[in-house]
């Protein structure tokens, strides 16, 4: 990262209430490798230093918001893509036992790479659907924390995550505005999946000004043994 980069992540992490100059070495590791893995495969649309900085590292951050990342949790990073918010949150809590999990192979040999170059610990790297790992009792039900920013409807980001998730434990999905009425759409669909929504939280992203929201789900009750359903079927036909 330039010095104006630099300067940029530090002041938008402390909007966050974060500190992170002891992390800065490896956010400079992670945006260096992003850079030169993207020049060869497409990993992320995002390629412009001011870009990754806010719309990658700064906006995975916000996660914190939530207030459920604190301590030794297992954590479910359910579509990763090139490791965000996973990757970001894993370097400012290292505590926490964080699995990748993505459908795209070039993906998840790239979040593979960087971990073990910044040598973190208690990483877990899957190539894979959520579909099938939701009913694999090695994953099913044991998470504390799901968390997921991709861009399908929260109805089909629920049957993807809701299954992995212990009772008593939390999804945490990132969106933009206006998901009021995505929500109200969704709800029975989590209902039925085993959560409630516990709190929604929308507040501005630091150094963009855009509005983003974390959707926070408790799961209440065991997910019922049919869900999730096939491979494909939850973004083609979603729960209502």
């Given at each position: ?109 790239f979040i593979e790479g960087v971990c073990r170059k910044m ?31 991709a861009v399908s409807a929260l109805n089909t980001l629920s ?82």
């Open positions: 990262m330039s010095s104006q980069g630099v300067s940029l992540f530090l002041d938008s992490a402390r909007e966050l209430g974060l500190e992170l100059e002891p992390t800065l070495p490896y956010f400079q590791l992670l945006y260096q490798n992003l850079i030169e893995a993207n020049a060869i495969t497409n990993l992320t649309a995002i390629r412009d230093e001011r870009g990754i900085i806010l719309k990658h590292f700064v906006d995975s951050l916000s996660c914190l918001k939530s207030g459920k990342l604190e301590g030794s949790l297992r954590v479910v990073d359910v579509g990763t893509g090139a490791g965000f918010p996973g990757l970001p949150l894993k370097i400012v809590r290292p505590e926490l036992e964080m699995t990748f999990l993505d459908a795209t192979q070039k993906k998840i040999a040598k973190l610990a208690q990483t877990h790297c899957i190539w894979g659907r959520a579909e099938e790992l939701g009913h694999d009792p090695a994953h099913r039900e044991t998470y504390d924390r799901a968390l997921s920013r049957e993807l995550c809701l299954p992995l998730v212990r009772v008593g434990g939390f999804m945490i999905a990132q969106k933009s505005v206006g998901v009021e009425g995505e929500l109200e759409q969704a709800q029975a669909a989590i209902q039925k999946l085993g959560g409630t929504v516990q709190e929604v939280i929308t507040f501005q992203l630091p150094g963009l000004g855009e509005l983003r929201t974390l959707i926070v789900i408790e799961k209440t009750r065991p997910t019922p043994p049919s869900y999730p359903r096939r491979t494909g079927v939850p973004a083609k036909n979603p729960l209502s």
